[in-house]
């Protein structure tokens, strides 16, 4: 099963505000070296200039961290980088300059925090190379020592919080009977989906499953049977969508599929499927198509074909909550 990619693990105002308070707290210290005691610094204008220029970048992108693009946090990843490796050239051909390399971690840390792993890697990387290119402006012998132990230093933390996030991540998002995304990672692909239809004007669907009978299984022959009955669906289920398709499980028994680039017939033809791959197990489900309205009508309205198909009797797919079965192929699974 595909799920839709993600550029970040959380939300952009949540980012930019990180990521802003980041580039401020940067700018007061490159001006704070040019007020308090400090060791002696080659071209101590260069820090007045890079506060001049990182404060007005984090104080815009605090103001409108609600409003705020994905691309802004690049923007401002990339212009702390910037900043910080002018820093490094700066202090001059001395140990000081490693002081101002440590700041390359604090922002390799929130890319490794906030990012997907291999952006995450290519900010590191990013820093690294502006980091030697500095050092190489002034090169002594032993900046290769400094340049080595100050990316050792960054890197195996930014190592760390990179698989600690992704592990909680995977924790978060997915149901740990069937592994599949759960209510929140619905939510995400279900608006990555819609601004991407929005974007190129590519349909997707939705349908609300729910299985016939778990209730029935727990009762007679345990809940450990009906965790092998929701595992097995799952099993099955996943086996034969579609690249970019998505299944969550939202609930003891319900599911909600997320069909990409489909229109009515794709869509109850993917459920058809879903019926033909486990056969054994019997569901309802109600289908609809996105056309512009919000997540949470559009989540009710598949819900309410899935009412009227259990209402009907279950085993059914009904494709609008106003209309009967839209496929007579569904019609054999009433008695299955």
Known sequence: MATAPFESLTDVP??????????????????????????????????????????????????????????VIHVGLIVGVSCITWSVWAAGPTAESQASAL???????????????????????FAGLLYLGALLTHWREQM??????????????????GTLVARLRLLALHDTLTGLPNRRLLEETLT????????????????????????????????????????????????????????????????????????????LEVVQRLRDAVPQVRFSAGVVCWTGQPIGELLRRADA??????????????SDPTAAWQSSTDLRHLTS
């Not at 290769?144 to 919080?161: E, S």
């Not at 345990?222 to 969550?248: I, N």
């Not at 074909?305 to 009904?318: C, R, S």
Request: hydrophobic share 55%; charged share 15%; aromatic share 10%.
């Open 14 to 71: 949540t980012m930019v505000s990180w990521l802003a308070m980041l580039i401020i707290a940067g700018s007061l210290a490159a001006a704070s070296v040019n007020v308090l005691p400090y060791w002696a610094i080659e071209h101590k204008s260069a820090n007045w200039l890079i506060a001049a220029v990182m404060l007005p970048v984090g104080v815009v992108m605090w103001l409108g961290r609600k409003r705020a693009p994905h691309w």
């Open 103 to 125: 700041f390359y971690g604090f922002l390799s840390a929130f890319a490794s925090a906030f990012l997907v792993r291999r952006q995450a890697v290519a900010y590191v990387t």
């Open 144 to 161: 290769i020592t400094q340049w080595t132990m100050n990316m050792f230093a960054i890197a195996v933390p930014c190592l760390v919080i």
């Open 192 to 267: 990555a989906r819609v601004n991407s239809a929005g974007r190129g004007g590519r349909g997707f669907a939705v349908a609300a499953v729910d299985l016939d009978g778990l209730k029935r299984v727990n009762d007679t022959e345990g809940h450990a049977a009906g965790d092998r009955l929701l595992r097995s669906a799952s099993a099955g289920w996943t086996s034969v969508l579609r690249a970019g398709d998505s299944l969550a499980r939202v609930g003891g028994d319900e599911f909600v599929l997320v069909l990409s680039d489909t229109d009515l017939a794709g869509a």
């Open 305 to 318: 074909g899935l009412y009227a198909a259990k209402k009907m009797g279950g085993g059914i797919t009904v």
